[in-house]
């Protein structure tokens, strides 16, 4: 996209499923132009920018590939055109036709105003003749070669060479110079070849311009006013008068051999010493002359025998050697042998004598066992009394181990509930029923709130309509109490919600037996419903109508509509004046039911059936009666104008 652009559509109104404004698409489209306007569109090959741009020209006729730019086809396209030229180009090398220029700038630039073929000024200079000096364009200097120069030269003989007539020669000791020349003449001669002079100043091992210096360690034996070269062994010696002289050493005898001497031995030996035997006397002496060498040695050594009273002691010998005395005694041994169940000892005798020192001088020992019995314990029940086996079919089974946190038990055959995870897949979240988001108290079409994402969960809470107490056909007949609406409680994902749903509230049943109302909600899968609770009877032979207890679903709604619900808040019975109504969870609770014995009309108006999480159901009354609690509450019966049941309703919790 071009450089500087940000979408503008930052709460993602322009997405699947969203209304899209006229307002959200000129934004972006502004947005767009705003970017193109002042930042263009870079195609730097990053996110958003566009690829890189490799191919140029109406037809791609130029292309790049990171190292060089060249035309799509060889020998085609040109750079430049007669009426569009490039003003300056700045190149490393050039190659033309495939043959590189090795020549630099400088060496071109020496054909800067040339104006005619180089060949043809060539042609146009002096010809070589032999008579070039002559040349009107030759300027004579002291260093040109003259006539005169070519007159001496023509004087030297065709075959000369520089050994003919050497200037200097050697008979075997003193050079010689030749005829006519001068030594005067050979040092001037040296010194303007090698820029030397008579006293020239000398560097290196021999310094000095006059009288010359020589370094220390630098003379050999050939600069040393020496005879000859010696041998093997020589060495050089002074002969006094400043001259050396080759000499061999008069002892050659390099091996030192030490000087005998007659020394002296001494041994001595005391033998193996053992037990008390030790040294008493030592006497070793060693005598040597002025160079450390023995010249006498002797030694004596003497033992003894160490005693107790050398070492201070004076107890007898044998002190502490104390010897027991012996004793015939006596033993004795029992074994009961290994008693197990009810075997326990019944006589244990053992008998031990001894004297006045505690020596044993006599023992003995019996042993007896018997089996205890229960009578022996002071039982006198049954002798199995409580031995209870707890028994093992459908309906006396235990809690399954193991489960999990959010499984629930499901069936898995008549009397065997397993751990699972809910059809849903498991997760729904803790409510507080007491606390919902929002209450539906009346029927309607509910719209699924923006807020409520795919992922999150909402729990629908369903209480029918309660049932309307019966009026009794007398004063002294017999009416029950309506029961409690049903009550459903679903948790689902937001994403199994469709967007509206129809929710019809049950009304509470009118007095004088009316049932309940259905509450339900109408959703994809089917219609989800909490009945309404039955109406109360005049029959004094039966209890009140059945209601319904709360049915906890997590998950999809098809489980929850297909599920079975079990019994809630029933009426109170008519026959008898001890039952009350029932109670509830989910559920409203059961009305209570009026009553009559024969003689005098009663009520149970006490008795009400009480909900957890539902309304209450009322008790009876032999005047107006009283309705039950909103949400589901049964009304209690009456001689004469029992109450109505209470009105359902859907709480959401998300």
């Known amino acids: 996209m071009g450089t500087g652009y940000t979408r503008n559509d930052a709460s993602n109104n322009i997405a699947n499923g969203n209304v899209i404004d006229a307002a959200d698409l000129d934004g972006e489209f502004d947005a767009i132009e705003s970017a193109f306007g002042t930042g263009g569109h870079s195609h730097d090959g990053t ?309 006045t020192n505690g020596h044993v001088t006599d023992a003995n020992a019996t042993v007896g066992t018997r089996n205890l019995t229960l009578a022996n314990l002071g039982y006198t029940g049954a002798t199995d009394a409580n031995n209870y086996v707890h028994p093992t079919g459908a309906g006396n089974k235990h809690i399954p181990t193991g489960g999990a946190t959010d499984q629930i038990l499901t069936y898995s055959s008549s009397g065997t509930a397993v751990w699972a995870d809910p059809a849903g897949g498991g997760g729904a979240p803790t409510i507080v029923i007491a606390s919902p988001t929002t209450t539906i108290s009346s029927s309607q079409t509910w719209t699924k709130p923006g807020s409520i994402g795919d992922d999150d969960w909402v729990t629908f809470y369903l209480v029918g309509g309660g049932g309307g107490g019966k009026k009794g056909s007398t004063v002294h007949a017999n009416a029950s109490g309506g029961a409690g609406g049903a009550g459903v409680i679903l948790s689902v994902k937001g994403s199994d919600i469709p967007a509206t749903v129809v929710m019809t509230i049950g009304a509470g049943g009118s007095s004088n037996g009316g049932a309940g109302g259905d509450t339900s909600m109408v959703v994809t899968e089917g219609t989800l419903t909490a009945p309404g609770g039955a109406g109360g009877s005049s029959s004094s032979s039966v209890t009140g109508p059945d209601g319904y207890y709360g049915l906890e679903t997590v998950g999809g709604f098809s489980g929850a509509i297909t599920g079975t619900k079990s019994n809630g808040g029933d009426g109170a019975a008519i026959a008898t004046s001890t039952l009350g109504a029932h109670a509830s969870i989910y559920g409203g609770g059961g009305g209570a039911g009026y009553w009559n014995d024969g003689t005098n009309y009663r009520n149970q108006q006490t008795f009400g059936g009480n909900s957890e999480y539902a309304g209450n159901g009322s008790g009876a009354s032999n005047s107006t009666g009283t309705n039950g609690s909103v949400p589901g509450g049964g009304s209690g019966g009456g001689p004469t104008t029992p109450g109505s049941g209470g009105a359902g309703n859907i709480r959401i919790y998300y």
């Open 47 to 355: 996110s958003a920018e566009g690829g890189a741009i490799t191919n140029l020209g109406p037809s791609q006729e130029f292309r790049g590939d990171g190292s060089s730019l060249y035309p799509k086809a060889d020998a085609t396209y040109d750079l430049g055109k007669s009426t569009a030229s490039f003003n300056v180009a700045y190149v490393e090398s050039l190659n033309l036709g495939g043959t590189g220029l090795t020549a630099s700038a400088t060496e071109i630039n020496y054909t800067d105003g040339v104006t005619s073929a180089i060949q043809t000024q060539l042609d146009g200079k002096q010809a070589a003749d032999a008579n070039i000096v002559s040349d009107a364009n030759y300027v004579a200097t002291d260093q040109n070669f003259t006539d005169a120069d070519h007159a001496k030269l023509n004087g030297i003989a065709t075959s000369a060479t520089n050994t003919a007539a050497p200037a200097i020669s050697s008979n075997g000791s003193t050079p010689s110079l030749a005829s006519g020349i001068t030594a005067a003449e050979v040092r001037s001669l040296i010194g303007a070849g090698t820029s030397s002079s008579d006293n020239a100043t000398h560097t290196g091992e021999v310094t000095g311009s006059g009288a010359l210096t020589v370094a220390s360690n630098v003379i050999d034996a050939d600069n040393l006013k020496v005879t000859g070269n010696g041998t093997t062994s020589q060495f050089l010696r002074s002969d006094g008068d400043g001259t050396f002289t080759w000499a061999t050493p008069s002892d050659t005898n390099t091996v030192y051999t030490h000087p005998t001497h007659p020394g002296d031995d001494f041994s001595i030996d005391t033998g193996v010493m053992s037990g008390a035997t030790v040294i008493s006397d030592l006497d070793i002496n060693i005598t040597t002359d002025t160079n450390g060498h023995v010249t006498d040695a002797n030694a004596a050594v003497s033992t003894r025998n160490i005693t107790l009273a050398n070492l201070g002691y004076t107890g007898a010998t044998d002190a502490n050697n104390y010897s027991h005395p012996t004793f015939n005694g006596d033993d004795f041994g029992i074994d009961t042998g290994v008693m197990s169940g009810a075997t326990v000892i019944s006589d244990l005798d053992i008998n031990i004598t001894t004297d």
